[in-house]
T-cell receptor, first 116, second 111 residues
Framework: DAGVIQSPRHEVTEMGQEVTLRCKPI?????LFWYRQTMMRGLELLIY????????DSGMPEDRFSAKMPNASFSTLKIQPSEPRDSAVYFC??????????????FGPGTRLTVL | AQSVTQPDIHITVSEGASLELRCNYS??????LFWYVQSPGQGLQLLLK??????LVQGIKGFEAEFKRSQSSFNLRKPSVHWSDAAEYFC?????????FGKGTRLHILP
């Protein structure tokens, strides 16, 4: 299995630009998660999906952030407009169990986002 | 509110020495407990997890952890570390409909 795939691995953009991060979960997994990792705040859960449906987006920092999962094999996290404080590593993870939060999650390699 | 504390930001041990990484949590009921490892430039990988039953849990790469309810702890141990164990280690708590990660402990290995 290829594991969770994220693209791009690195993204450098200027403040105000739209950024789209992409994730392909492990085939057959039912839950998908987006995390943000920074030195100051550690690893934070932004949003998660069960069977392509957003369950909890309480971790999304503000309206500039949006996430979609149009099908079981693809999800996007969009930031519009981006700001320097959005600079972080964004991880996608998937889980085979709908309970998701209480079972093993498989993480992608992350996207390192730098907003200038 | 639920919380996870990893008191040690950095730990340095010599190769071949034993290791213990500390994790304390705050939660009213029995939580689900996890240890993940993150190598540089990589995502997190599960080392082991505790849901119920035997409080001593065996994981991959020779790691084990012990759940101690009375101390609200889930410390990670390894009897003899290898240079390849140098990484960042995260304790996590699944509580209700939330998962909370600790801030991580970075492990350095001396040759």
């Amino acid at each position: 299995d290829a594991g969770v795939i994220q693209s791009p691995r690195h993204e450098v953009t200027e403040m105000g630009q739209e950024v789209t991060l992409r994730c392909k979960p492990i085939s057959g997994h039912n839950s998908l998660f987006w995390y943000r990792q920074t030195m100051m705040r550690g690893l934070e859960l932004l949003i998660y999906f069960n069977n392509n449906v957003p369950i909890d987006d309480s971790g999304m920092p503000e309206d500039r952030f949006s996430a979609k999962m149009p099908n079981a094999s693809f999800s996007t996290l969009k930031i519009q407009p981006s700001e320097p404080r959005d600079s972080a590593v964004y991880f996608c993870a998937s889980s085979p169990i709908l309970a998701g939060l209480t079972d093993t999650q498989y993480f992608g390699p992350g996207t390192r986002l730098t907003v200038l | 509110a639920q919380s996870v504390t990893q008191p040690d930001i950095h730990i340095t041990v010599s190769e071949g020495a034993s290791l213990e990484l500390r994790c304390n949590y705050s939660y009213g009921a029995t939580p689900y407990l996890f240890w993940y490892v993150q190598s540089p430039g990589q995502g997190l990988q599960l080392l082991l997890k505790y849901f119920s039953g035997d409080t001593l849990v065996q994981g991959i790469k020779g790691f084990e952890a012990e759940f101690k309810r009375s101390q609200s702890s889930f410390n990670l141990r390894k009897p003899s570390v290898h240079w390849s164990d140098a990484a960042e280690y995260f304790c996590a708590v699944g509580a209700g409909d939330k998962i909370i990660f600790g801030k991580g402990t970075r492990l350095h290995i001396l040759p």
